[in-house]
């Protein structure tokens, strides 16, 4: 596919540059984990302390020429196996299913043409195109952009996207998280606006796969299961060894301390042994698993260690994130605001009518929108408006889009100018409050007012919109904005709402003695919202990433036993917070969905990842899916 390039944008690499580039630093690609073969599957399950204790029964029954009780016992070692075999390629099956095989494609300056290429074959230096709905392939610098958003919550956990600038020649890629960054990174979602970018980083040189790099110096933790199991068949190995010493040295000893009576004495040692370890228990335990395992599996939860099924059970910490585990992953609007009157709006939508004083700051904030936007905060703005003003005249289909001034750096707002079917012109503009009262013209007391009922929104964890309008003159529209003359109409109030299960499973989690703690990248005021809503321990307490990074050891450990609530972690601090509460003796569950919580996945006791949302990364760390 090609498209017209502009002259003024860089010429980009030509093939061959490109070739050898993926020649020397490989295909921008991330390695997957090696596919567990059946012989690996085989080795994993006969390595579990409880089949080396079948299996030395089973061969001990075989000396003493019990043959019967050796071959049941052998039996139900493959019994076992086949049990347990069947339940993990059945989990690594339904995992290869929930992969995302396709290759994300993009579009490329080679040989001064715009030409689409697989994801994949994308290179350093590579200048590509980005618009709305596209799938950053790689990390790249941003060297031209238009209201270009990105959703980064793949990798910083933020539930909003943030705004991109354009590079200065001098600023390095940073890490992601933030507004007005000239940087984008791979795996990262454009949900509006569009640019032109320069390559910097691929495959394991991306944020992406550092984090992916990482996780091999992560080791996974055992479940306490496995720790008691081998405890268990090693004290009873002692105890069976020591008693078949004794036996064997007092009946040769009495029984005329010869050849044969030693050889007696020593298959009295071992059937006294054999009547003290538990061969039985292996059977009973991983078929117990197992059943668990299928059980869950009705319930569309795939077990990939099967060990991990009891730690479940003894979880004393829960350790969540929030973006798509507590929350939807959805915005909507939940609060609107004219004339010094609100409205509140559940999750669930507008229960009744929508009174008419909120009619024109509905109407405004449709027109200021993208007519089938991508991005997440439109779209919930698009579906409110359009149920709430249905049948009404605040509707206009049949007005005609005459200029977009997009939002920048320096006007955190944008506007539309329409074409009225009736004729004459009218704008709507919406954006950041402060920009949209700055549009407005207002004076300072009347802008104050207005900030404190932002700032009282704000801290109830909403992402707040200011909407205005202006009438114009079509055939001879201003080039800035400023040149109007808007009217403030009102304020919006977005925000991603937490699940309908949450505040019960919360409580829940309470009763049954497992403490809850949120740890998640997005911002304190809207993880301490979050709290509030589903009713963690101290929801007022919070830890910022930033706090974590200058405490000792010691100060973490002693700040986690009361803190239920961290904002701004980045995936290093979650891997940290996961280390300190085991090293305070908590048996620790994590569950995520994004490659930030991949490294805490896969050292907490029992890692759980989301399936359908989840990454890749996040399935393969975990323990349970």
């Known amino acids: 596919m090609t498209s017209t390039p502009n002259a003024e944008q860089p010429q980009g690499l030509t093939t061959a540059e490109a070739q050898q580039r993926l020649k020397d630093e490989g295909l921008n690609e991330l390695p997957t984990a090696s596919k567990r073969g059946w012989v690996r599957i085989l080795l994993e399950i ?56 396709s290759s994300p494609r993009a579009l490329v300056r080679r040989d001064g043409e715009w030409i689409r290429i697989a994801g994949r074959d994308v290179a350093r230096g590579d200048i590509m195109m980005l618009s709305e709905g596209d799938r950053v392939p790689a990390d790249a610098m941003v060297l031209q952009c238009t209201n270009l958003h990105v959703d980064e919550s793949l990798l910083t956990g933020e539930s909003v996207s943030v705004r991109k600038t354009e590079w200065d020649d001098k600023s390095e890629m940073e890490r992601p998280g933030g507004e007005d960054l000239p940087t984008v990174y791979s795996g990262t979602l454009v949900v509006s606006g569009q640019g032109v970018a320069e390559v910097r980083g691929t495959g394991l040189r991306t944020e992406l796969g550092k984090i992916g790099k990482a996780l091999q110096t992560v080791d996974t933790e055992k479940p306490p299961l496995q720790h008691e199991v081998a405890n268990l068949v090693r004290d009873m190995g002692l105890v069976g060894v020591g008693l078949c010493i004794v036996v064997t040295i007092v009946f040769s000893l009495t029984r005329g301390n010869n050849l044969i009576a030693w050889q007696r004495g020593f298959l009295s040692g071992l059937a006294m042994a054999m009547g003290v370890l538990p061969e039985e228990f292996p ?64 999750a669930t939508g507008l229960p009744g009518v929508l009174p008419e004083r909120f009619h024109e700051l509905v109407e405004y904030s449709i027109l200021a929108c993208e007519a089938d936007p991508f991005d997440p905060m439109e779209r919930a703005i698009l579906d409110m408006g359009q149920g709430a003003l ?14 977009e001034y997009p939002l920048s750096r320096h006007m955190l707002a944008l506007s539309h100018a329409w074409q009225m079917h009736s004729g004459g012109g009218r704008v709507a503009a919406k954006g950041a409050p402060e920009a949209i009262l700055d549009l407005c013209h207002m004076p300072q007391a009347q802008q104050q007012l207005i900030m404190k009922q932002v700032l009282d929104m704000a801290n109830d964890g909403l992402r707040v919109l200011g909407v205005a309008r202006a009438s114009c003159d079509n055939d001879d529209l201003p080039d800035n904005q400023h040149d109007f003359d808007f009217k403030f109409i009102g ?27 949120m740890i998640t990248g997005d911002y304190p005021g809207t993880a301490l919202s979050i709290a509030r809503e589903i009713g963690l321990q101290h929801p007022d307490r919070i830890v910022t990433g930033s706090e974590l990074e200058a405490m000792s050891e010691e100060e973490v450990s002693n700040k986690i036993r009361d803190v239920s609530v961290f904002a701004r972690m980045v995936p290093e601090q ?14 620790v569950a994590m569950t995520g969905d994004g490659v930030n919580d991949a490294p805490a996945l896969k050292n907490a006791h029992i890692g759980i990842a989301m399936g359908e949302r989840g990454t890749d990364v996040a399935r393969e760390s975990a323990a349970i899916v």
């Not at 990939?304 to 059970?313: D, F, S």
């Open 46 to 101: 006969v390595r579990e302390p409880m089949f080396l204790l079948l299996l030395a029964c089973g061969t001990l029954y075989l000396i003493l020429g019990d043959r019967e009780e050796a071959l049941m016992l052998l039996g139900f070692v493959g019994v076992v196996i086949g049990i347990t075999y069947y339940q993990e390629k059945r989990t690594e099956n339904a995992l290869d299913a929930l992969r995302d095989l």
């Open 283 to 346: 059977v009973v335990l991983t078929i117990f698993m197992a059943m668990g395992a299928w059980r869950m599996s009705q319930n569309q939860v795939l077990t990939r260690r099967v060990p991990a099924i009891e730690t479940l059970g003894s979880a004393t910490v829960l350790c969540v994130d929030k973006t798509g585990t507590l929350t939807m992953n959805k915005m909507t609007v939940r609060k609107l605001a004219a004339g010094g009157e609100y409205i509140h709006i559940p």
């Open 390 to 403: 249905k049948g009404t005249e605040h509707l206009h289909e049949d007005w005609q889009l005459e200029r």
């Open 491 to 517: 304020l919006i109030g977005l925000a991603d709402p937490i699940r309908a299960t949450v505040p019960a499973a919360v409580a829940q989690c309470r009763r049954a003695g497992v403490r809850v703690v």
């Open 574 to 587: 979650k891997l940290r917070l996961v280390q300190a509460l085991k090293a305070n003796g908590e048996i």
